[in-house]
């Protein structure tokens, strides 16, 4: 079935502030809190605001005014949508519910026990084919204990410190990220850099474990300026680590997002405190 043009608003909305890469769902939705729009809403203004552009071209000032104003917007819908939702979890006669400690339950927890409902704790990251080992047996293989370092981190470093993921499994999820993004030599062709004969050409003389954009450049058949273009395009497309995880069904949407948060905040914080 199809979205209704409200529902529609509200995955746009969702896209504007937290970034088109995530999945927008039905559960992204009943999952959402005040707390997490504001803190994205502060990232996308900090980026947006008028206030940072000024003294640029007035096409581009004019521009990124617009842009502003939409983030400001998808910003107003998603307070809306959760004020509504507060109203309706508003028990008849009762204390008054926030929508920043309860969420509505989605469809697939709607007949879930209440106690069942009120957490949802986010298990160790573990590939279908390994298993959890207490402990384990080597380095790559240990759950980190202990409180988060204080200095800035990665995604995948994130999950580390924070219990989620060992060494092992950040390790795969970054060679699945490498193997399934975009090969130099697809890009230079796409960009008409050079054909199927230039390329059989690079393989030809390309050595082991050699770059495929240094051997084109060696030959003579790429300038320095049109690898780092490449190379700049290739990290662009390549696939965000989080989303990885969601194919290969690691974490859940909302999962995901509860960590992007807790991530960011995390970060926020460091550079708050003057910390590299």
């Not at 279908?128 to 470093?157: C, K, N, W």
């Not at 300026?225 to 395009?233: C, E, G, H, P, T």
């Amino acid at each position: 079935m199809s979205a209704s043009n409200p529902q529609r608003e509200l995955f746009r909305s969702c896209a504007i502030l937290f970034g088109s890469e995530l999945h927008i769902s039905d559960d992204f939705l009943d999952y959402l809190q005040i707390s997490g729009i504001k803190t994205a809403f502060r990232k996308r203004a900090m980026e947006t605001h008028p206030d940072r552009h000024a003294g640029k071209n007035p096409a581009v000032l004019q521009e990124n005014t617009e842009h502003f104003y939409t983030v400001l917007q998808a910003y107003e819908n998603l307070l809306d949508f959760l004020r509504e939702k507060e109203t309706l979890l508003q028990p008849p006669g009762g204390q008054r519910t926030s929508a920043t400690t309860a969420t509505a339950p989605s469809r697939r927890e709607a007949n879930a026990e209440p106690a069942q409902r009120r957490q949802r704790p986010i298990k160790p990251i573990i590939p279908a084919d390994e298993s959890y080992r207490d402990g384990g047996f080597s380095s790559t293989e240990r759950y980190y204990v202990g409180a988060l370092p204080e200095r800035r981190l990665l995604f995948g470093h994130f999950l580390y410190y924070s219990g989620l993921a060992n060494w092992r499994t950040i390790a795969r999820v970054l060679t699945w990220q490498r193997t399934e993004r975009p090969r130099i030599g697809e890009l230079g062709r796409r960009f008409g850099m050079f054909d199927q004969e230039d390329i059989r050409t690079i393989m030809h003389f390309k050595k082991p474990f050699s770059p495929f954009g240094q051997t084109a450049r060696m030959l003579g058949l790429l300038s320095e300026q049109q690898l780092r273009v490449l190379i700049f395009q290739q990290k662009r497309l390549q696939k965000k680590f989080g989303t990885i995880l969601l194919e290969k069904n690691l974490l859940n949407d909302y999962e995901l997002q509860q960590l992007l948060y807790q991530f960011e905040c995390h970060n926020d914080n460091i550079l708050v405190q003057g910390r590299q």
